[in-house]
T-cell receptor, first 117, second 111 residues
């Protein structure tokens, strides 16, 4: 089974520029997550989608970050304009969708390492 | 690939010895806990999980212990191998499959 795909793997931009990341989840996984992982820390959830709807975006800095999952499959995460503190690895994960308290394993992609100079 | 553990606590262990990694969680209402392994340049990989109605669960060479009284998790790795060198994170799950990750521990296996 193919895993979660992300691109690009690395990106270097200057502050105030914009950048976009792409994620293709595992086939059949209705739930998709974007995480930010700053060097030396654990991943922090930015946004969670179920199909093409947002379930949780409470930790997404909405003044500069946006994400979409228009057809309920692939997703893009955009930062505009970027700040120095946005330098991090951006991880995408996907899972089956549970209900009634069911938890499903989240499968992570390799991440995109963003450096803002 | 990039390192994810430059500023993390580090556990150095001799190959063949047992490793114990500890984690304190924050939310007493969390009822599901997972340990992840993250190698350099890769995303986190599921190792083992445990629900709050259990205090111990065993997998292949790994055991997770849960102490709800003091909100503490531990991961035990038996007969640690060079391939176990990585950063290990615990995560707690709130409603809606939302994970909150701990700070991580880097494990270095010495030959």
């Amino acid at each position: 089974e193919a895993g979660v795909a992300q691109s690009p793997r690395y990106k270097i931009i200057e502050k105030r520029q914009s950048v976009a990341f792409w994620c293709n989840p595992i086939s059949g996984h209705a739930t998709l997550y974007w995480y930010q992982q700053i060097l030396g820390q654990g991943p922090k959830l930015l946004i969670q989608f179920q199909n093409n709807g947002v379930v949780d975006d409470s930790q997404l800095p909405k003044d500069r970050f946006s994400a979409e999952r228009l057809k309920g499959v692939d997703s893009t995460l955009k930062i505009q304009p970027a700040k120095l503190e946005d330098s991090a690895v951006y991880l995408c994960a996907s899972s089956l969708t549970g209900g009634g308290g069911t938890s499903y394993e989240q499968y992570f992609g390799p991440g995109t390492r963003l450096t803002v100079t | 690939g990039e390192s994810v553990g430059l500023h993390l606590p580090t556990l150095s262990v001799q190959e063949g010895d047992n490793s114990i990694i500890n984690c304190a969680y924050s939310n007493s209402a969390s009822d599901y806990f997972i340990w992840y392994k993250q190698e350099s340049g890769k995303g986190p990989q599921f190792i083992i999980d445990i629900r709050s109605n259990m205090d111990k669960r065993q997998g292949q060479r790994v055991t997770v212990l849960l102490n709800k009284t003091v909100k503490h998790l531990s991961l035990q790795i038996a007969a640690t191998q060079p391939g176990d060198s990585a950063v290990y994170f615990c995560a707690e799950e709130a409603a809606g499959n939302k994970l909150t990750f701990g700070g991580g521990t880097r494990v270095l296996v010495k030959p």
